[in-house]
């Protein structure tokens, strides 16, 4: 069975240092999320692409994060520089197109900052 | 912004329990989807309901789309200790392009 991939798992960084965690869809699919969850919460959105193209992004923090899916396949997400309160799971998803409700989450890389 | 209230917040049950679950959100929603998550894991979809008042079943796994569209129910029956995890409902706003979670259900089942 298809499945998202996510790398790393794991990441512990210090502040202020630049941090990137990377996505791969299920083949085919056309719609990429990323989600941020802090421990003891659900997921909430932080950007979603339709093919290459962001769709939204209104939940991004924009002054230190940015993510790309430049030939609409896999993804990237950065942040720079990492603060204290970035540290949670960041989750990707993906779907076969916007309008499909079924999203398809990877494993999750866990962010600490320290 | 949209927010769903999920409960109980936690459950510790004894297996063979059955449990039962709940969402409740101020927006309607096109589509409710309940997933589970495993620790250090992503989410993983388990039932997913379509249309208000449909009742929808995956094994021990029964859903409900309540007819206002503003909440949903899981239950799970018969529970079994790897069904500890956390179970969330997620909602689907009526362009189909945010998907809202819930706070989360903790479950945890003693053998």
């Known amino acids: 069975e298809a499945e998202v991939a996510q790398s790393p798992r794991y990441k512990i960084t210090e502040k202020s240092q630049a941090v990137a965690f990377w996505c791969d869809p299920i083949?085919?699919?056309?719609?990429l999320y990323w989600y941020r969850q802090i421990l003891g919460q659900g997921p909430e959105l932080l950007v979603q692409?339709?093919?290459?193209?962001?769709?939204?992004d209104s939940q991004l923090p924009k002054d230190r994060f940015s993510a790309e899916r430049l030939k609409g396949v896999d993804s990237t997400l950065k942040i720079q520089p990492a603060e204290l309160g970035d540290s949670a799971m960041y989750l990707c998803?993906?779907?076969?197109?916007?309008?499909?409700?079924?999203?398809?989450f990877g494993p999750g890389t866990r962010l600490t900052v320290l | 912004g949209q927010q769903l209230n999920q409960s109980p917040q936690s459950m510790f049950i004894q297996e063979g329990e059955d449990v039962s679950m709940n969402c409740t959100s101020s927006?309607?929603?096109?589509?409710w989807l309940w997933y589970k998550q495993d620790p250090g894991e992503g989410p993983v979809l388990l039932i997913a309901l379509y249309k208000a008042g449909e009742l929808t079943s995956n094994g021990r796994l029964t859903a409900q789309f309540g007819i206002t569209r503003k909440d949903s129910f899981l239950n799970i029956s018969a529970s079994i200790p790897s069904d500890v995890g956390i179970y969330f409902c997620a909602g689907l706003n009526n362009a189909g392009n945010m998907l809202t979670f819930g706070g989360g259900t903790r479950l945890m089942v003693k053998p």
């Open positions: 083949s085919g699919h056309a719609t």
């Open positions: 927006s309607i929603f096109n589509t």
């Open positions: 692409f339709q093919d290459e193209s962001v769709v939204d």
């Open positions: 998803a993906s779907s076969r197109d916007r309008v499909t409700d079924t999203q398809y």
